[in-house]
Every structure is written in C-alpha cells, then in structure tokens.
C-alpha cells in the first residue's frame, strides 16, 4: 500500500507482559516518528529515527520502552512488562526527508489495552 | 527546549459560527504545519505555511503565519459538522524533529 500501516491494530495484553508494536513506514521514507496518544490528550512524542543517525529517545517515558528500525525501514516498538498506564493509542509517523520541515504521514494506529 | 503552545485547549460551538485556534512557538520556526484528527482517526496534514505573513486558503480555513514567523492560526468560516475534530500546529525544533502543540478540540453543535 501507499501509506503507512501498523500493526496490530488493537492489542489488549495482560499487565507485566511484553507487546511488540510494528510500523511500516511509506517506502523510501528516511524518518520515522512513534507517538502516544491517550483518550482526548495530544500526541506524546516518544522516539525519533532519522536515517542512519542515532535515534532521538529523549521521548520514551521509561525503560521498558524500547525501539528498533530494521534497515532503515520497518520499526518495532516494545514495551516490556507492560503497566495499565501504557493503554493508549501508540501511532508511528514517516516523512520523507530527516528534517524536520517536511509532512507527516501517519498510520491507523495500534490501540493497546493493558487489563 | 522549544516549546509549541496551543489555545484554547477546547471550542464547543454552533454550526454556522466560526472558529479560531492560535499556536505560538517560543523560537522563530521555518515553517509551521496544521493537521487535522477525525474522532477515531489519525492526524492528517492539512497545511504548511513557510513565508514570514503567509496567508493560505482552503475553502472555509484560512491559515496565518505571523511576521516573526512565532505564532499562527487556523481559522474556519461558518463551521460544519464534518469540521469536528482535533486541529496541531506544528513546527521544527533546533534538532530538526518536528514538535506538536497540544491540540484544539472542535466541537460542533448542529
């Protein structure tokens, strides 16, 4: 497909288990953004990749959060030993150049529900 | 670090009325992005303004990009129903990541 798509699209996990959340940026897409989003809040930045630079991290709320971009493409997010405040709307971003002038596209989201 | 602010965080209004949603940045921005989120959606861009008193027009929206190039604004004419939605401004910061403000919700009553 043409856009950006993510993966599950809702995920419901018991608390203390790890989830993996993946994101398939737009083809050719150098950057790629995570954001959490919680019901009727902003966006929360999390982590930012930008070609083969370092990843910013200076979002990720604490150290079970983790993420990785495979050859500059597909990207997992993994929250490990996952906590209830960690439910929310986590939405992955790509644009085409790394800089920060340039569009986002963002994809469908993951709605992850920790019981 | 930069910081993108938003007001008013929330607008409840009539259809038919207009609406307005102001974004100041607390450094100068190259250029500042509008998006839009449907209930239930995802952000969708809108818009970018880059030019020092820039002025676009989308059918009913009107963006603004002040002077000092810190503040914008979003503008929507005799809203609609289908307007309802979260409206971001966003800007690049000095580490070129782009920063989103917090969001203004649109509320439309029919």
Not at chain 1, 97 to 109: E, N
Request: charged share 15%; aromatic share 10%; glycine share 12%.
């Amino acid at each position: 497909g043409a856009g950006v798509s993510q993966s599950p699209s809702n995920k419901v996990t018991e608390k203390g288990k790890d989830v993996e959340l993946r994101c398939d940026p737009i083809s050719g897409h150098t950057a790629l953004y995570w954001y959490r989003q919680s019901l009727g809040q902003g966006l929360e930045f999390l982590i930012y990749f930008q070609g083969n630079s370092a990843p910013d991290k200076s979002g990720l709320p604490s150290d079970r959060f983790s993420a990785e971009r495979t050859g500059g493409s597909v990207s997992t997010l993994t929250i490990q030993r996952t906590q209830q405040e960690d439910s929310a709307v986590y939405l992955c971003a790509s644009s085409s150049t790394s800089g920060g002038a340039d569009t986002q596209y963002f994809g469908p989201g993951t709605r992850l529900t920790v019981l | 670090g930069q910081q993108v602010m938003q007001i008013p965080q929330y607008q409840h209004v009539q259809e038919g009325e207009d609406f307005t949603t102001y974004c100041n940045s607390s450094t100068t921005l190259s250029n500042i992005q509008w998006y839009k989120q449907r209930p239930g959606g995802h952000p969708v861009f809108l818009i970018q303004l880059v030019k020092s008193g820039e002025v676009k027009k989308q059918k009913r929206l009107t963006f603004q990009f002040g002077e000092a190039k810190k503040n914008s604004s979003l503008h929507i004419t005799a809203t609609q129903t289908t307007d309802v939605g979260t409206y971001f401004c966003a800007g690049p910061s000095a580490g070129n990541k782009l920063v989103f403000g917090a969001g203004t919700i649109l509320r439309v009553k029919s």
